[in-house]
């Protein structure tokens, strides 16, 4: 009997907008070539999950999954599954071993392959994990909402800090030329994307023939009518004056920047290979705030990394208290096999770390509220995102700073620009009124 052939699929993405850049690449690539992309899984000829390695946690919520799948497959046999993107790459056919049931595994430079070998009719588990095979031309633009985008300028990592698996399943910093970047972003704003953030593992490392990040950046403003422009994520290194000056003359750069610490503790920092020290972020973070009058800036932070002591997660906090910050990711840490840090010994218990994390939480909280409540009576330009998910009457927009601010829309629709003052902020949100329309 000849096999059924995949026609339908359904993906689920796990991670970082990376991922997220990638699934739709990827869905546009299978429904170029005729596959049907379904919302329901247990529709699909294909389940296809695009995975996450970069916590434990993330790879866990993946098995998970998989192994909750297995009964749906046994009563509808000819359905296949896919792994695809960081940990298909970690784990290669270790994978088909904890669920095997994975009929394909292919890892970051071979997601697009997916669509050629689905209907192969292959009694074992197609494995492909090799790099080398990427067309970065393939990688598409993606759409957050009908009004905001993201565009890839740099894949995979070279900085190798020491708890990280990025580099190991993402592969050495790839950039893509300018030309390439100025044609995703005008395809977007054709579109009617309204505001766009560039995307990298390490952005401001950016470098394509004598083109640097600074020098990108404002080429896109002058070959590009995108009226906003925003990027994501910048390594402390390589954050030059140069970018701080493009950030402060052109109005249409928002006024945000994240920036991920990591630790306050120059031990820790060295251990992390981090390769600055918190004197050097510190002074970054103040000649930002000199050449900007309004800047909101956000990071990420890790608690538990091996033998940091009490004083040093201390040292942590202290930062924190003098940034300011308006928002952080923060993480306890987690070991990733095949890492430097991997050969350490991961001697902070559990229970410290899981307190670390809750104290550095609750002092973020609160000043998080303090730098949100600075924002009351001031007006910021904002871009209409869509409805609040409490109430039809209430609008949801988003601020220079990157914040979401929830109004009382009157006739004001999605997608455009208005001004508005802030009245009111918790934690999270702020809350604001018209002031006048753009
Ligand atoms: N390239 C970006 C950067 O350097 O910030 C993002 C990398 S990663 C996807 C996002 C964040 O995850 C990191 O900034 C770090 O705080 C956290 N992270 C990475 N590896 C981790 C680990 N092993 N344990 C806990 N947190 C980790
Ligand atoms: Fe990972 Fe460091 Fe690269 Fe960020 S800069 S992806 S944390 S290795």
């Known amino acids: 009997m000849a096999e059924k052939k995949v026609k339908t699929f359904h993906i689920s993405t796990y991670g970082c907008q990376m991922n997220l850049a990638d699934s739709s690449t990827l869905v546009a690539n299978m429904t170029s070539k005729g596959y049907q992309r379904v919302d329901d899984e247990s529709q699909a000829d294909l389940i296809v999950f695009n995975t996450c390695s970069v916590r ?8 998970g999954r998989l192994g909750e799948i297995k009964k749906h497959i046994k009563r509808k046999p000819h359905v296949k599954v896919a792994v695809v993107g960081c940990m298909a790459q970690r784990l290669g056919d270790e994978l088909t071993k904890i669920a095997p049931h994975v009929n394909f595994v292919l890892g970051t430079d071979r997601i697009f392959e997916l669509p050629n070998v689905i209907n192969e009719n292959e009694k074992t588990s197609k494995i492909m994990t090799a790099f080398g095979h990427e067309d970065m031309d393939l990688i598409e633009p993606i759409k957050e909402t009908p009004f905001s985008g993201f565009v890839t300028i740099s894949r995979g990592c070279d900085n190798f800090c020491t708890y990280c698996i990025v580099p190991y399943v993402r592969g050495s910093e790839r950039a893509h030329s300018a030309e390439h970047i100025i044609h995703n972003v005008n395809r977007l704003v054709d579109e009617g994307v309204v505001e766009i953030t560039l995307l990298g593992q390490n952005v401001n490392s950016y ?12 080429l896109v403003l002058k070959e590009t009518k995108v009226p906003r422009l925003r990027f994501m994520t910048s390594h402390p290194k390589d954050l030059s004056e140069k970018l701080i000056d493009v950030l402060a003359d052109e109005p249409r750069m928002m006024p945000h920047i994240h920036l991920p610490l990591q630790s306050g503790s120059n031990r820790i920092l060295k251990r992390m290979g981090r390769v600055y020290k918190v004197e050097h972020y510190l ?54 096999p095949g890492t430097t840090a991997s050969r350490y010994d991961d001697d902070i218990p559990e229970e410290d770390k ?15 509220i303090e730098s949100n409540q600075r924002e009351i009576g001031q007006i910021r330009t904002c871009l209409v995102e869509g409805k609040s998910r409490r109430s039809d009457d209430i609008m949801r927009a988003r ?3 990157n914040k979401t601010v929830l109004f009382k829309a009157g006739k004001i629709k999605e997608g455009e620009i208005v001004h508005l003052r802030i009245t009111s ?13 753009n």
Not at 56 to 63: L, N, S, T, W
Not at 357 to 362: E, G, S, W, Y
């Open 425 to 437: 902020a918790d934690a999270f949100t702020l809350h604001g009124e018209i002031e006048e329309k």
């Open 283 to 336: 002074s970054i973070v103040e000649s930002l705030r000199k050449k900007l009058d309004y800047l909101s800036i956000t990071t990420d932070l890790i608690v538990g990394f091996p033998t940091e002591k009490e004083e040093e997660f201390e040292q942590t906090l202290d930062v924190v208290r003098k940034v300011k910050y308006d928002a952080a990711f923060m993480f306890r840490y987690s070991v990733r």
């Open 56 to 63: 434990d946690k993330a790879e866990q919520r993946v098995i």
């Open 354 to 368: 899981i307190r670390r994390l809750n104290k550095l939480i609750a002092l973020q909280q609160e000043i998080a």
């Open 399 to 401: 601020s220079e700073g």
């Open 207 to 218: 470098k394509y023939n004598d083109i640097d990040f600074p020098d990108l950046l404002r």
